[in-house]
Each structure stands twice: as C-alpha cells, then as structure tokens.
C-alpha cells in the first residue's frame, strides 16, 4: 500500500507539503514495498517515510507520515 497523507492523497515525490505549518517539498518517498536504489539504506536505517527538503528551520527531515504532514499541492509539470 503506497504512503498517504492524512487527507488520503498518495504521496509523491515532488508535492509540496507543510510539516507542521512550515512549507516543504517531498525528496524521497520511501516504501518498502516499491524500493530503489536511492531508499534502500533509509528503509533499512528507518522504516518506510519520506524525505521532506526545503523546510526553513529544519533543513531535511525523514519522517514517517502523520497528521503534522499536510498535502498542499502537486509539484507542476515540466512543459
């Protein structure tokens, strides 16, 4: 089962989300049931979560989806 948001969007990688009101984008999505090369050692380190970047006071965090996670927007198409 893909990782959702609370709201009950799947979450990929690219949306823009708040985490805990701060304004964020999803680097990694890390599934166990869909891994890559690139989440292999966080799955292993952590369990399935996502990578959220661009956050003004943390930086990055890896984080397990829970209700401080909200969906925001789909990250818009490269044309």
Do not use: C
């Not at 799955?43 to 925001?72: C, H, N, W």
């Amino acid at each position: 089962m893909p990782l959702r948001y609370v709201s009950g969007e799947e979450i990929l990688v690219g949306d823009h989300v708040l985490y805990a009101g701060e304004p964020g984008v999803i680097e990694i999505v890390a599934d166990p049931e869909n891994p890559t090369s690139e989440t292999d050692w966080y799955i292993q380190e952590f369990g399935r979560g996502v990578m959220i970047g661009d956050l003004k006071s943390l930086g990055r965090l890896y984080t397990k989806p829970d209700d401080r996670l909200q969906f925001a927007r789909r990250a818009e198409s490269a044309i």
